[in-house]
């Protein structure tokens, strides 16, 4: 069974400039997750899906992130403009229901943002 | 707002010692536990999770404990071996998402 898959695995780009990150979860996980680790740091939620609906996107940085989770699926993070302190790994995780499931996690996107 | 606290930081150990590496939180209001390994430059493994009705949960050498009620748990690897070096990460599921402490990088010798 394949796992999360997330792409690109790193990216390098000057600040200002636009970034998407793609994210297809295990087959038939309903919840999908994006977190953001900085160095040396655990993971933090960005968003929570639930099926097509965010329903948790309190820590993320409406100014300039936004994400969306099509029919359900796969999703994708995006950020716009990208700023130097956005450099980090963007971690993409899914479970089959959000209640005491376990979370599986893709290999992360590294951004470096120049 | 809880908070997860992982000891030590940093752990080195010869190959083949015993050891444990410690996880504590401040609100026992959880889901449950999941305790991850996180290799450089990768994504994080699940290794053990342990639901808040559960006291441990083992797998080969690895065994989870977890003390809801006073906010611990503790990861015990045995025999350990040099592809055991990686950073694990200990996290609390409360309903929303993980949270996560800062992990505690091993590194087993030789």
């Known amino acids: 069974e394949a796992g999360v898959v997330q792409s690109p695995r790193y990216k390098i780009i000057e600040k200002k400039q636009p970034v998407a990150f793609w994210c297809n979860p295990i087959?038939?996980?309903?919840?999908l997750y994006w977190y953001l680790q900085n160095l040396g740091q655990g993971p933090e939620l960005l968003i929570r899906?639930?099926?097509?609906?965010?329903?948790?996107d309190s820590q993320l940085p409406k100014d300039r992130f936004s994400a969306e989770r099509l029919k359900g699926v796969d999703s994708t993070l995006k950020i716009q403009p990208a700023e130097l302190g956005d450099s980090a790994v963007y971690l993409c995780a899914s479970s089959l229901a959000a209640s005491s499931n376990e979370q599986f996690f893709g290999p992360g996107t590294r951004l470096t943002v120049l | 707002k809880q908070e997860v606290t992982q000891i030590p930081a940093a752990l080195s150990v010869p190959e083949g010692e015993n050891l444990v590496l410690n996880c504590s939180f401040t609100d026992s209001a959880i889901y449950n536990l999941q305790w991850f390994r996180q290799d450089p430059g990768k994504g994080l493994t699940s290794l053990l999770l342990?639901?808040?009705?559960?006291r441990e949960q083992t797998s080969g050498r690895l065994n989870a404990s977890l003390d809801k009620s006073s906010g611990r748990s503790t990861l015990y690897i045995a025999a350990s071996q040099p592809g055991d070096s990686a950073t694990y990460l200990c996290?609390?599921?409360?309903?929303?998402?993980?949270?996560f402490g800062k992990g505690t990088t091993l590194s087993v010798s030789s």
């Open positions: 996290a609390v599921y409360a309903g929303t998402a993980l949270i």
């Open positions: 899906y639930e099926n097509e609906e965010a329903v948790d």
């Open positions: 342990i639901q808040s009705s559960q």
């Open positions: 087959s038939g996980h309903n919840t």
